[in-house]
């Protein structure tokens, strides 16, 4: 490139070389930089996630107040399963994601927030007794996903969506064990399944047994009844693996002793 440059009519705008150079150095200081941004938000997560015990993840949109009827279910179905004595971890926000949380706090059990750094979210939930904030939402999903023993997932919008179908990728391209997918909420979600179903499969984008991946339910009990029963098999499957930490311990007798009354 010519080393001069110049703003003559008619004439396409160019720099010096030097200056070329300079461009290259500072985007590739800035992926360097962004890359180390990302690396610190994984460790600080595995390092506050791996401390914790058996783990359920709720979505849903923030939106819902707390006179709505998703807000109260969620409400509930967090305080019932942090009453067995699970961790409950949402994405930090306001709406389903502090029902839930509010739920866990209110049950006595550790109440975590992974919040991204979008005014819309932050500083929104005051039921947490733990938790991050992330830059980078593929990170967060990571932290979200990695923990969970289970996904209750209410009615919600993109960032829902986005999770669910997160979660039935991996599911199926066996980069994950399957675990339950809870979809709270008939009316909301049955016209997606109908989708599913009559388009997709019919079209041959997604198999029937795809469908499996996950249940629809409209009862709490059901939520609760479901992860039990999935944390109980999968205690049997892998024994004292299961039982390194001894939050699990604790959770697993809590639940035999239900299981024989």
């Known amino acids: 490139m010519d080393d001069k440059y110049s703003t003559e009519k008619g004439k396409k705008l160019t720099f010096p070389a030097s200056w070329e150079i300079i461009g290259e150095l500072k985007a ?40 709505n009827f998703y807000y109260k279910k969620a409400y509930e179905t967090a305080y019932k399963l942090g009453s067995l004595g699970y961790t409950i971890i949402t994405g930090g926000g306001p709406g389903i994601m ?25 500083d929104k939930n005051f039921y947490l007794t733990k938790k991050l904030l992330f830059k ?36 199926k391209t066996r980069k994950m064990h399957p675990f339950p997918v809870l979809l709270f909420g008939s009316e909301y979600w049955k016209p997606l399944v109908h989708y599913m179903r009559h388009t997709m499969v019919e079209m041959g984008t997604i198999d029937e047994e795809d469908l499996n991946y996950f249940q629809i339910t ?8 479901t992860i039990n029963e999935f944390v109980l098999t999968k205690a049997k499957l892998l024994q004292e693996d299961f039982y390194a930490n001894p939050k699990f311990r604790t959770l697993i007798e809590n639940l035999q002793k239900m299981e024989k009354k």
């Not at 839930?100 to 919040?115: H, Y």
């Not at 999903?141 to 986005?162: C, E, H, N, Q, S």
């Open 28 to 67: 590739k200081q800035g992926d360097v930089w962004r890359l180390f941004r990302i690396l610190s938000e994984f460790v600080q997560g595995f390092d506050l996630l791996s401390e914790l015990g058996p783990s359920v993840t709720f979505f849903g949109s923030s939106r819902f107040s707390p006179d």
């Open 98 to 122: 502090e029902a839930a949380n509010k739920g866990a706090f209110e049950a006595g059990a550790e109440s975590v927030g992974l919040q991204i750094d979008i005014p819309s979210e932050v």
């Open 136 to 171: 980078h939402f593929f990170v967060r999903k990571v932290m979200l996903l990695r923990y969970a023993l289970g996904y209750v997932i209410f009615p919600g919008g993109y960032g829902t969506f986005d999770e669910l179908f997160e979660a039935l990728t991996l599911m």
């Open 218 to 225: 409209d009862s709490v009990e059901e939520v609760v009844n």
